[in-house]
């Protein structure tokens, strides 16, 4: 059984006098590690507020491992592009955040919010606050946030593009961070991006979504890409030219902005 199903979904936000998704059915299979790439605008962080509850008028059916996004409630753990630290608290007390609502004791949600922050590498920074900190080091501590909520039976990781905000050298050196990340997480894992290279290198699977409305999705396998240097292989430049060639014919037929 698919671990996140559409079937026939159909949906568009009530202020538009359009759909963004027509008659949609994909599936995700537990453990898949999938970037979803597409235009501005096409629905790509739609899908991630779907699955998640906070936009319930939809036709069609979705499920997350066999139960509603309704049911699933609390199964997925949310990156948003922003950081969203409070810059009142300081970093360990921003990590343990998501812990407090759970019946764990605080020398508990301390020590995992520590064991966390040792994983991303911010091991020392637990009483700075979020302005002391780079905009890398922040979505660290966003990711770290993320993560303590999989020790908790969130079996779902959406991030939606994580870091669309930083500088490119910056971006390239959290690109290569999250790889190691992710790919060792025993969690299925989504990711919004609008860069076809940290597409290609953080999933074992594109989806590419295209047309407006979007009727169905095209699967691309990139799992033989494990690392930055095989972004340079023969098959891998076509596969982004290919993929930059589909960004532009989409902004061409629409008229707008990628």
């Known amino acids: ?29 537990k453990n898949d590690i999938i970037t979803v790439i597409g235009a501005s605008g096409c629905g790509k962080s739609t899908l ?3 699955m998640t509850c906070l936009e319930t008028a939809y036709k ?17 753990a949310f990156m948003p592009q ?13 990590v343990t955040l998501p812990l407090e609502a759970l019946p764990i004791s605080k020398s508990e949600r301390v020590a995992q919010a520590r064991e966390a922050l040792e994983k991303v590498g911010l091991s020392g920074c637990e009483s700075k606050r979020p302005s002391e900190l780079s905009g890398g080091m922040r979505q660290r501590v966003s990711f770290a ?12 990781m959406l991030l939606d593009e994580p870091f669309s905000a930083l500088d490119s050298l910056t971006r390239i050196s959290m690109q ?6 992710v790919k060792g997480l025993n969690a299925t894992v989504m990711t919004v991006t ?10 074992n699977k594109i989806f590419l979504l295209s047309g407006r409305p979007v009727k169905q999705i095209k699967v691309i396998d990139v799992s033989h890409i494990g690392c930055r240097e095989d972004l340079y292989t023969p098959s891998s430049v076509e596969l982004k030219n290919e993929l930059v060639s589909a960004f532009l014919t989409e902004k061409a ?6």
């Open 176 to 181: 290569d961070w999250l790889i190691g990340q």
């Open 145 to 156: 946030r993320t993560l303590v909520q999989l020790w908790h039976g969130r079996e779902l």
């Open 60 to 76: 069609g059916e979705i499920h997350i491992n066999g139960r509603t996004p309704k049911e699933a409630t609390g199964i997925a």
């Open 82 to 94: 922003k950081d969203l630290l409070m810059p009142w608290r300081n970093i360990l007390k921003n």
């Open 1 to 29: 059984m698919p671990f996140v199903e559409f079937n026939n979904v159909t949906f568009g936000y009530k202020e538009d006098d359009y759909l963004l998704l027509e008659d949609l059915s994909f599936s995700v299979e």
């Open 194 to 203: 609008h860069d076809v290279e940290e597409a290609m290198l953080l999933g």
């Open 48 to 50: 991630f507020r779907l």
């Open 253 to 258: 037929e629409r008229g707008d902005n990628i």
